[in-house]
């Protein structure tokens, strides 16, 4: 995987090849388990993508009650 470097005075850098769309998808193709030895980076994405999935799920059902309140 390529990675850019975002800036010299860090040591983070942004991957080129991250799929930007991959939040729109139903289900993630990562696994989103946490275990020993797992950089502070990777964990922050896993806690990221369940917090996404949690507002997915949140918003649906928001739209779910609007749409039917709005038919009555």
Do not use: A, C, W
């Amino acid at each position: 995987m390529e990675s850019l470097p975002f800036n010299s005075n860090f040591t983070n850098s942004v991957s080129l090849n991250k799929d930007v769309l991959s939040v729109f998808k139903k289900t993630s193709e990562k696994n989103l388990s946490i275990h020993r030895g797992m950089s502070v980076k990777e964990i922050s994405d896993i806690v990221s993508e369940k917090i996404m999935t949690v507002v997915r799920e949140q918003f649906e059902e928001t739209k779910i009650k609007y749409e039917t309140k709005e038919k009555q």
